[in-house]
């Protein structure tokens, strides 16, 4: 598993936060979420699928459960898009 950094994204400093992410690959391509606009924190940007560590709770399972979260309100939320890069700040988006 990957690194165990703590990193603080609180504007109150609440304090650290335990994060986990994953890199889905297939060949050359990679699965990104995009983040709502309306998100307090990095809204409408493309991300890695993954969330918050739960106090108490193993990274690896909190992976599964917000890999499933992702994904549940996905099929649920609107159709698939498929989306393509094609330079540093362009980004091309299909319906279907």
Known sequence: M????????????????????AVL???DRVLLCHRSAGRRWYP??????GGHVEEGEDPKESLVRELRRSWESRHRSRPARRCMRSGPRRTTCKSG
């Open 25 to 27: 690959r297939d060949g």
């Open 44 to 49: 409408d940007v493309w991300d890695l699928p």
């Open 2 to 21: 990957g690194q165990d950094v703590p990193m603080t994204i609180s504007a109150d400093d609440s304090g650290p936060v335990r994060i986990v992410t």
